[in-house]
């Protein structure tokens, strides 16, 4: 019975570790919640010995919260969206927060942080345009433009997804509009996980780049046992949270520490996950076999990621430079749209069609690091990764998607 329970109690750690890494909060109404609270200590030492991520648990959700990759801070944030039906779709064919709307979205925060429990979309505004004022250099907030206000809802939307906020009562749309009504939106503040936003909210206030933001020096001794500390904790972080590991990304120091350390580092990432990490010469991946660890699935029945599946082999086969010039690209999306336009629904002789399906598909490429950008040809280069999909088998999707 012992040998059992120890059975159970690693299979919950496992189940609630995975739902901390996949998603910014576990909410408290969730099943992974309670194995959260129930193996707190054990969780939290994996977390940080492992990723250099620090467990936070408040009485209405749980956070890991840590440094991102590299790769992690060019994906962007996604809007849930609010239809049961949309919310069935992939996650990465979710709307994506602007740049602009992302600049709000931290306004936001230092907004609510400001004010009381509950607040109307008419004060928080103003609250916003204050927050922008007190940054040095000010940012200025107009929101008689439309796609000012258009952005604020988007970022309010993201909050309310997190349930950093809860759109309390009034109208939706109230969002959006400039002159407020009898129907204004009204929002209650979780300020329990509204702290728990941000790791260090100290070093956030005095950061004025993205690498002061980032920076982890300060949390490691500067001694040769604190740096391999730092590359260890870097290292597993993108084993877990990037498509691949290649070596040929790493610098000099963090090559050579991962090559010494490599066996240590993927046992690592293993034990805390439950995955099998799979090794190559070129580098490490962790091999995910469900669809719950990920925000963008690959692939899929998605016409779009069934042409950049297909990509794969034309780039493969793209000659002794190994790339795809963008002309060459194009004419390639153009044939196999001919191939198989009886279930696609596509029309190769639409340029305007072919070319957003290019650029569509150069996306996906490029998000699942299954490509990287030439400089030289303005094309597409196959990484290592793009060989696990080469002559895939094609079914049908039923026409668009």
Same mark, same amino acid.
């Given at each position: 019975m012992t040998g059992l329970r120890e059975l159970d109690d690693r299979e919950e750690r496992t189940r609630a570790l995975r739902a901390l890494l996949a998603a910014p909060f576990v909410g408290a109404d969730e099943p992974a919640y309670a194995l959260v609270r129930r193996h707190e200590r054990e969780l939290a030492s994996t977390l940080q010995v492992t990723y250099g991520y620090q467990l936070e648990i408040g009485s209405t959700a749980a956070r890991a919260s840590g440094l991102p990759t590299p790769d992690g801070l060019r994906r962007p944030l !996604?809007?849930? @969206? &609010?239809?049961? /039906?949309? %919310?069935?779709?992939?996650?990465d064919e979710w709307a994506a927060l602007s740049d602009r709307a992302c600049v709000l979205v931290l306004l936001t925060l230092v907004a609510l942080e400001r004010g009381a429990a509950q607040t109307a979309i008419?004060?928080?505004?103003? =609250?916003?345009? %204050? &927050? $922008?004022?007190d940054v040095e250099p @000010?940012?200025?907030?107009d929101f008689r433009q439309r796609s000012e206000r258009m952005a604020f809802a988007d970022g309010l939307d993201l909050l309310c997804?997190?349930?950093?906020?809860?759109?309390?009562?009034? /109208?939706?749309? /109230?969002?959006? %509009? %400039?002159?407020? $009504?009898d129907d204004e939106a009204l929002f209650t503040v979780d300020r329990r996980r509204l702290a728990l936003l941000l790791r260090d909210p100290?070093?956030? #206030?005095? &950061?004025? +780049?993205?690498?002061?933001?980032?920076? =982890?020096?300060? !949390?490691? /001794?500067?001694?040769p046992e604190g740096e391999n500390r730092a590359r260890a904790e870097r290292l597993a972080r993108r084993l877990t949270d990037d498509p691949a590991l290649l070596l040929a990304d790493l610098d000099a120091d963090d090559r050579t520490y991962f090559l010494n350390q490599r066996a240590r580092i993927e046992a690592a990432v293993a034990a805390a996950t439950g995955y099998e990490v799979e090794r190559r010469a070129e580098g490490s991946a962790l091999i995910v076999d469900d669809r719950a660890f990920t925000d963008l699935p690959f692939p899929t029945n998605s016409t779009l990621k069934q042409l950049a599946?297909? #990509?794969?082999? &034309?780039l493969a086969e793209a000659g002794p430079d190994g790339e795809l010039s963008f002309e060459a690209l194009r004419d390639a999306v153009a044939d196999l749209v001919a191939k198989h336009r009886h279930h696609w629904d596509r029309n190769p002789h639409d340029p305007d069609?072919?070319?957003?399906? +290019?650029?569509a598909a150069t996306d996906t490429l490029l998000a699942c690091d299954l490509a990287r950008r030439s400089g030289r040809t303005g094309g597409l280069r196959a990484t290592p990764l793009a060989a696990r999909f080469r002559s895939p088998t094609l079914h049908a999707t039923g026409g668009r998607e």
């Amino acid at each position: 019975m012992t040998g059992l329970r120890e059975l159970d109690d690693r299979e919950e750690r496992t189940r609630a570790l995975r739902a901390l890494l996949a998603a910014p909060f576990v909410g408290a109404d969730e099943p992974a919640y309670a194995l959260v609270r129930r193996h707190e200590r054990e969780l939290a030492s994996t977390l940080q010995v492992t990723y250099g991520y620090q467990l936070e648990i408040g009485s209405t959700a749980a956070r890991a919260s840590g440094l991102p990759t590299p790769d992690g801070l060019r994906r962007p944030l !996604r809007i849930t @969206p &609010a239809s049961v /039906s949309g %919310r069935k779709r992939a996650p990465d064919e979710w709307a994506a927060l602007s740049d602009r709307a992302c600049v709000l979205v931290l306004l936001t925060l230092v907004a609510l942080e400001r004010g009381a429990a509950q607040t109307a979309i008419a004060e928080l505004a103003q =609250e916003v345009e %204050r &927050a $922008g004022a007190d940054v040095e250099p @000010p940012i200025t907030v107009d929101f008689r433009q439309r796609s000012e206000r258009m952005a604020f809802a988007d970022g309010l939307d993201l909050l309310c997804a997190w349930t950093v906020i809860e759109h309390t009562s009034g /109208s939706h749309e /109230s969002y959006s %509009r %400039r002159e407020q $009504g009898d129907d204004e939106a009204l929002f209650t503040v979780d300020r329990r996980r509204l702290a728990l936003l941000l790791r260090d909210p100290n070093a956030a #206030l005095e &950061a004025t +780049t993205l690498d002061e933001l980032v920076d =982890e020096s300060g !949390r490691y /001794s500067p001694t040769p046992e604190g740096e391999n500390r730092a590359r260890a904790e870097r290292l597993a972080r993108r084993l877990t949270d990037d498509p691949a590991l290649l070596l040929a990304d790493l610098d000099a120091d963090d090559r050579t520490y991962f090559l010494n350390q490599r066996a240590r580092i993927e046992a690592a990432v293993a034990a805390a996950t439950g995955y099998e990490v799979e090794r190559r010469a070129e580098g490490s991946a962790l091999i995910v076999d469900d669809r719950a660890f990920t925000d963008l699935p690959f692939p899929t029945n998605s016409t779009l990621k069934q042409l950049a599946l297909l #990509l794969c082999d &034309a780039l493969a086969e793209a000659g002794p430079d190994g790339e795809l010039s963008f002309e060459a690209l194009r004419d390639a999306v153009a044939d196999l749209v001919a191939k198989h336009r009886h279930h696609w629904d596509r029309n190769p002789h639409d340029p305007d069609e072919v070319a957003a399906l +290019t650029a569509a598909a150069t996306d996906t490429l490029l998000a699942c690091d299954l490509a990287r950008r030439s400089g030289r040809t303005g094309g597409l280069r196959a990484t290592p990764l793009a060989a696990r999909f080469r002559s895939p088998t094609l079914h049908a999707t039923g026409g668009r998607e």
